[in-house]
């Protein structure tokens, strides 16, 4: 049931209908606290709730609801550092994504040295972890800043 709230807030994310993506995501974040309460111990449930506060903070940050997006962002995080001890590979690749959008939030705010810090250790994550589509990305970013 998780996964189709978390498919349908990305379906309204692509269509850009933010407020229904917004209570897809939420009702996929009420299972999903559900199954680690249930499964503690469980790292891809961790991860699955990270990856839908990531995608919550994006529809935040395209309807131009900043702070919040960066607020969800920062619980992502949280959320990932629970699990990075014993899934670094999966921790590396949501804080990768994380400090990407961060990158896009802060250079659309204007603040362009947080944007640069950002994108550089989205950068290096990236590169490290061999995800080289997101590598030319970020170089992208960094390019306009």
Same mark, same amino acid.
Do not use: C
């Given at each position: 049931m ?7 807030g /990305?379906?309204y994310?692509?269509?850009? *209908? #933010?407020?229904?993506s917004? /209570?897809? !995501?939420?009702?996929a974040?009420?299972i999903?606290?559900?199954m680690?309460?249930? =499964?503690?111990? $469980?790292?891809? #449930?961790?991860r699955?709730?990270?990856?839908v !506060?990531? =995608?919550?903070?994006i529809?935040?940050?395209h309807a131009?609801?900043?702070q +919040?997006?960066?607020?969800t ?8 550092? /629970?699990f $990075? +001890?014993e /899934?670094p590979?999966?921790?590396q690749?949501i #804080?990768?994504?994380l *400090? #990407? =959008? !961060?990158?896009?939030l802060?250079? $659309?705010?204007?603040r362009?040295k947080e944007a ?9 994550i $990236?590169? +490290?972890?061999g995800?080289? =589509? ?5 170089k992208?970013s960094?390019k306009k800043?």
């Amino acid at each position: 049931m998780a996964v189709s709230f978390q498919n349908l807030g /990305d379906h309204y994310l692509r269509i850009k *209908q #933010y407020n229904k993506s917004e /209570d897809a !995501y939420n009702n996929a974040i009420i299972i999903r606290e559900r199954m680690i309460t249930d =499964n503690p111990i $469980s790292t891809t #449930y961790k991860r699955a709730l990270a990856s839908v !506060y990531g =995608n919550l903070g994006i529809t935040f940050f395209h309807a131009g609801q900043n702070q +919040k997006a960066e607020d969800t962002w920062n619980k992502a995080i949280h959320i990932a550092g /629970d699990f $990075s +001890k014993e /899934d670094p590979a999966a921790w590396q690749e949501i #804080y990768a994504l994380l *400090q #990407y =959008n !961060y990158g896009e939030l802060y250079n $659309s705010t204007g603040r362009h040295k947080e944007a640069k810090a950002a994108f550089k250790k989205a950068l290096l994550i $990236s590169t +490290k972890i061999g995800r080289m =589509n997101w590598v030319e990305m970020i170089k992208e970013s960094l390019k306009k800043l």
